[in-house]
């Protein structure tokens, strides 16, 4: 007899919350991850929940969903650890130059669903007073919002254990077992595990977790880095960013390229992102990158010229060749499951990953087209 019913393997937010979707269903589920939970990409990540920044197509339809499921999802969390630092703070984009691409970026979003609206320099203003005056157009998005990842990630994790499941931390995922062509086990460092099924949530490792476990993906990390400043009074209220980051989040360039992202957190340190930059798992602190995000914040917020940068740290994101996360079951193999390839979007997105996984996983409609998101598809599988 199986010990539980599927195993998630990789404890960030995605697989929090596939599990704790998998577990609020009445589904047996362990989570193991071979460090510490949320420790990883989670921890690397800025919290953000954007339907901002995604062209229409599935994505955004996934986007807008998992807008509405995280509230689910946090209603329904243990009330001592429900406070994960939502911020319903709402997102405004803004152009310096020719203002037609955003308004036109806008207007197609607002045919897909998105609350898009298009503001004129003073209205800026009356949003964001310490923007550069060079601003020629806002969009402003009031369903964009942030929360803090770590927290996040934990409280899911926490709900997954008041429900009867277990997350092993410091448990390494070696293989999975088979016979006859379904799952019945994974292998660890720490021995067997028995199970009916397990969920590939290995972020930018889930690659090479799916190549063991018999299903192989193409999964590639993609690296970015952030600065954080001293506290500081409230100066930055919404999520800020110039137009330049839609194209960078849709790129599939592997050199560097940056755009400008300023928000604030609740404990009143500025976050300056972002970078993007395929060099696989090289974690070396290039200083020109960090030279680079500094110089273009300051271009668009002036006053952070004179604020202390107090740290600087970077993380690894699941890049699928396609954009598109990977979410789904493998048919090589009967019980593998699949959740990754969200890049820099899997805590926007990882709401409504984890309803998706349950609702296939259960034979359930899904609240969203899985289609696009789909394992087999071109240039994923291996």
């Known amino acids: ?17 596939c599990a704790e979707a998998l577990s609020a269903a009445g589904v047996r589920v362990l989570v ?43 209603d329904r ?22 203002p037609g691409p955003l308004e036109d970026f806008a207007a197609a979003q607002r045919g897909a669903g998105v609350d898009a609206r298009v503001i004129k320099p003073a209205e800026v203003f009356e949003l964001e007073p310490l923007l550069t005056p060079a601003v020629t157009v806002g969009v402003y998005y009031p369903e964009d919002a942030q929360l803090q ?10 709900a997954v254990r008041a429900r009867g499941g277990e997350v092993r931390g410091g448990v390494a995922a070696l ?10 086990g994974v292998v660890t460092d720490s021995g067997v595990v028995a199970c009916g099924a397990v969920v590939n949530a290995c972020g930018p490792w889930a690659g090479a977790f799916s190549a063991l476990a018999g299903g192989p993906i193409e999964i590639l990390p993609r690296r970015g880095m952030i ?19 839609v194209g960078a989040v849709g790129s599939g360039d592997a050199e560097l390229q940056t755009s400008t992202v300023v928000e604030s957190t609740r404990g009143g340190t500025v976050l300056i992102g972002s970078s993007r930059e395929r060099i696989g798992f090289d974690d070396a602190v290039r200083v020109k990158v960090l030279r680079e995000l500094a110089r273009k914040a300051v271009g668009l917020f002036p006053f952070l010229g004179e604020v202390p940068v ?45 309803r998706l996984i349950t609702e296939l996983f259960l034979g359930l409609a899904p609240h969203v087209d899985a289609a696009a998101f789909r394992v087999d598809r071109p240039g994923v599988v291996l």
């Not at 919290?47 to 689910?72: H, M, Q, Y």
């Open 310 to 354: 107090m740290r600087a740290y970077g993380g690894f994101r699941p890049y699928a060749p396609d954009h598109l996360p990977v979410i789904g079951a493998d048919s090589r193999v009967a019980g593998l499951w699949h959740a990754t390839g969200h890049e820099g979007a899997g805590i926007g997105l990882a709401a409504s990953t984890g």
């Open 227 to 245: 600065l954080v400043t001293a506290p500081l009074p409230e100066c930055v209220r919404h999520k800020v960013y110039d137009a330049d980051y």
């Open 77 to 98: 969390l243990p009330e001592r650890v429900a406070d994960v630092e939502w911020e319903p703070k709402g997102g405004l984009v803004v152009a310096t130059g020719e």
């Open 1 to 17: 007899m199986a010990e539980v019913d599927v195993v998630v393997v990789g404890a960030g937010v995605v697989g929090a919350a």
């Open 149 to 158: 990842p770590v927290l996040a990630a934990t409280a899911l994790l926490a």
């Open 32 to 74: 193991l991850d071979r460090g510490s939970p949320a420790g990883g990409t989670t921890a690397a990540g800025e919290g953000n929940i954007l339907v901002s920044d995604k062209a229409p197509g599935p994505e955004l339809e996934l986007a807008i969903a998992s807008r509405a499921e995280w509230l689910a999802v946090l």
């Open 175 to 184: 293989s999975v077992r088979q016979s006859g062509g379904r799952v019945t």
